[in-house]
């Protein structure tokens, strides 16, 4: 069926856009019209129902809203659509890019911040919320992928909870690879994106959030575009998208939705992503490049590595490793030298072994 679609000429070991199946790029051929209920109600609501089922939240008190463009546009459609103060934590560069979101949109805040390679403590979080009682959100990147930071979601839950303030999660690299539990957390907004962990195409994002906290965004949203409560209030009267979808991502997410169901599901990608982690690190250790997080940090989603030896050019490497079938990224932090990989998209732990077999031959 799908000997039409041509292989990708490498595999994407980044954190996303990831390599997607053939079956997902095969969903991208058929055109769809955006004000047909075929469309709307089999593909969007359908959708949006499903999230709610991956997120194992109650639709009576979760709603998901989709939302065009990357998933920083979601980040940003949240944070200008709420009012109140917020306090963001930040530890790498996407923790960084909602407090200048919240700096653009005159959106007051206070930041936690902490170096690239810290993990924020729920204990500090609790000392902010006490001093700055005008504190009404708590904002955390859940996988900071600037390091490959899995940070204390789960403990610093309990303390937003514990002082009755909101919490917003940006779960961009973490929601559909790795179990978060929403709900028993009281996480009122979770942001992720259509081409991370359920292995998707780039397109649009979208957040689960609860009802009661996006009724209470309406008529506070900073943009006309991204505004949250707009296109959740037109999604659920109508169906549609407020303006123009990217109808062809929106076919091939509802695909990537029926391989992770098919796969098993979070629990079961989660335990593919470990493996691919762990395979990736006990070789290339065994290759001479250490990591820069220890393991109680480290998410399965991307890892640092330390440049070897001072010498160590990592764009010729790169070159090397693409031609051998492999995209790496760069490394994205200032007190260290290192480059990252990534192994979630599809890609399998004998995939990463071919990848150890590659990078063996350039040292």
Same mark, same amino acid.
């Given at each position: 069926?799908?000997? *039409?679609?041509?292989?990708?000429?490498y595999l994407?070991?980044t954190?996303g856009?990831?390599?997607?199946?053939?079956?997902? @790029?095969?969903?991208?051929?058929?055109?769809? &019209?955006?004000?047909?209920?075929?469309?709307?109600e089999?593909?969007?609501?359908?959708?949006?129902?499903?999230?709610?089922?991956?997120? @194992?939240?109650?639709?009576? =008190?979760?709603?998901?809203?989709?939302?065009?463009?990357?998933?920083?546009?979601?980040? =940003?459609?949240?944070?200008g659509?709420?009012?109140?103060?917020? +306090?963001?934590?930040?530890?790498?560069?996407?923790? !960084?890019?909602?407090?200048q979101?919240a700096?653009?949109?005159g959106?007051? #805040?206070?930041?936690?911040?902490?170096?690239?390679?810290?993990?924020?403590?729920?204990? @500090?979080?609790?000392? #902010?919320?006490?001093?700055?009682?005008? +504190?009404?959100?708590?904002?955390?990147?859940? &996988?900071?992928?600037?390091?490959?930071?899995?940070?204390?979601?789960?403990?610093?839950?309990?303390?937003?909870?514990r *002082? *009755?303030?909101?919490?917003?999660?940006?779960?961009?690299?973490?929601?559909?690879g790795?179990?978060?539990n929403?709900? !028993?957390?009281?996480?009122?907004?979770?942001?992720?994106?259509?081409? !991370?962990?359920?292995?998707?195409?780039?397109?649009?994002?979208f957040v689960?959030?609860k009802?009661?906290?996006l009724?209470?965004? =309406?008529?506070?949203g900073?943009?006309?575009?991204?505004? +949250?409560?707009?296109?959740w209030?037109?999604m659920?009267?109508?169906?549609?998208?407020? #303006?123009?979808?990217?109808?062809?991502?929106?076919?091939?997410?509802?695909?990537? +939705?029926?391989?992770?169901?098919?796969?098993? /599901?979070?629990p079961?990608?989660?335990?593919?992503y470990? =493996?691919?982690q762990?395979?990736?690190?006990?070789?290339?250790?065994?290759? /001479?490049?250490?990591t820069?997080?220890?393991?109680?940090?480290?998410?399965?989603?991307?890892?640092?590595?330390?440049?070897?030896?001072?010498?160590?050019?990592?764009?010729?490497?790169? *070159?090397?490793?693409?031609?051998?079938?492999?995209?790496?990224?760069?490394?994205?932090?200032?007190?260290?030298?290192?480059?990252?990989?990534?192994?979630?998209g599809?890609v #399998?732990?004998?995939?990463?072994?071919?990848?150890?077999?590659?990078?063996?031959?350039?040292?």
């Open positions: 069926m799908y000997d *039409h679609i041509p292989d990708n000429p994407l070991l954190p856009p990831l390599s997607t199946s053939k079956s997902v @790029r095969q969903a991208l051929l058929r055109d769809w &019209c955006t004000w047909d209920a075929d469309y709307n089999e593909i969007v609501q359908n959708i949006r129902r499903r999230l709610l089922d991956v997120g @194992r939240v109650s639709p009576q =008190e979760y709603s998901t809203v989709l939302m065009q463009g990357s998933g920083s546009f979601s980040v =940003e459609a949240t944070i659509s709420i009012s109140g103060k917020f +306090l963001i934590i930040t530890n790498g560069a996407y923790g !960084k890019r909602i407090v979101i700096e653009v949109l959106q007051p #805040y206070v930041e936690y911040a902490l170096s690239e390679v810290e993990a924020p403590d729920p204990d @500090r979080v609790e000392d #902010y919320l006490l001093a700055v009682p005008e +504190l009404t959100h708590v904002v955390l990147v859940h &996988c900071e992928t600037t390091t490959g930071m899995l940070n204390p979601l789960k403990k610093i839950a309990q303390v937003v909870k *002082h *009755h303030r909101s919490l917003i999660v940006d779960a961009m690299s973490s929601f559909g790795i179990p978060i929403i709900e !028993k957390w009281g996480i009122d907004f979770l942001i992720s994106s259509s081409n !991370k962990c359920i292995q998707g195409v780039p397109g649009f994002g689960l959030a009802r009661e906290a009724a209470a965004c =309406e008529g506070h900073h943009s006309l575009c991204l505004d +949250l409560f707009g296109q209030n037109q659920d009267k109508s169906g549609k998208w407020r #303006y123009t979808s990217p109808t062809h991502v929106v076919r091939a997410f509802y695909q990537a +939705l029926d391989e992770l169901e098919a796969e098993g /599901g979070i079961a990608r989660h335990s593919r470990q =493996e691919n762990r395979v990736l690190v006990e070789g290339m250790k065994e290759l /001479g490049f250490d820069l997080l220890p393991p109680d940090l480290q998410s399965p989603i991307i890892t640092s590595f330390l440049y070897p030896n001072p010498d160590f050019d990592f764009d010729q490497f790169y *070159h090397r490793v693409k031609a051998g079938g492999f995209v790496l990224y760069p490394g994205k932090i200032t007190q260290a030298d290192t480059f990252r990989i990534g192994n979630i599809e #399998y732990p004998d995939d990463i072994r071919r990848l150890l077999d590659v990078v063996a031959q350039q040292i």
